[in-house]
Nanobody
Framework: QVQLVESGGGSVQAGGSLSLSCVAS????????MAWFRQAPGKEREGVAT???????SYADSVKARFTISKDNGYNTLYLQMNSLKSEDTAMYYC????????????????WGKGTLVTISS
């Protein structure tokens, strides 16, 4: 059974940095797309960043130049480096993975983690 477990969330001041990790276990095939999503209180879930098996990345406009998605060579751990954090980055952050193209967004995701909370204070 595939499991995605996020870690690294916490509370930091605006302007600070956090690094999120997502460990994937229980699979033998390589995911075609891995991604980070977030959901702020009272808002819909939104895509933050995606990483395709070919190494291509994409970012939401709101996080471009501040966040970086990456993975280890074994494709078992996904990372999200978050710099210059803003209060509007406060949200539950979810790791997701799937076998469809990243261009399909959340519809490409077959598996989801339970999330890690990021709180930014101004």
């Amino acid at each position: 059974q595939v499991q995605l477990v996020e870690s690294g969330g916490g509370s930091v001041q605006a302007g600070g940095s956090l690094s999120l990790s997502c460990v994937a276990s229980g699979f033998s095939d390589t995911f075609r797309c891995m991604a980070w999503f977030r959901q702020a209180p009272g808002k819909e879930r939104e895509g933050v960043a995606t990483l395709g098996r070919d190494g291509r990345t994409s970012y939401a406009d709101s996080v471009k130049a501040r966040f970086t998605i990456s993975k280890d060579n074994g494709y078992n751990t996904l990372y999200l480096q978050m710099n210059s954090l803003k209060s509007e980055d406060t949200a539950m952050y979810y790791c997701a993975a799937g076998y469809a193209s990243c261009s399909e967004g959340s519809y490409a995701m077959a598996y989801w983690g339970k999330g890690t909370l990021v709180t930014i204070s101004s």
